[in-house]
């Protein structure tokens, strides 16, 4: 299942969002192994992306781990709540 990783280069920083969506391809066939890895390759390249934390969360949720899939849902809402403070839309 692994080699499904090495044929997509996943290590541009452009690349963070299509490896969480290669990610939401394999959770809907509910491929969670390789789903995970995808996740964990667009934190990698870009840990401030709080959509692959949350998706994170539901591998684990759907798994029955709620406590590590809480972990995930925190540091998501933590990573919005941060990016939402730098826009505009507070200061309107």
Known sequence: ?????????CSSQRSFQACNNIGNIYYNLRDLSNALLFYQKSIEINPEYAVAYENL???FWAQGDKEK????????KKLSDAAMKKTAWPQL
């Open 69 to 76: 899939a809480g972990k995930f849902y925190r540091k998501s």
């Open 57 to 59: 969360g539901n591998i």
């Open 1 to 9: 299942k692994q080699r499904n990783m090495r044929c997509f280069n």
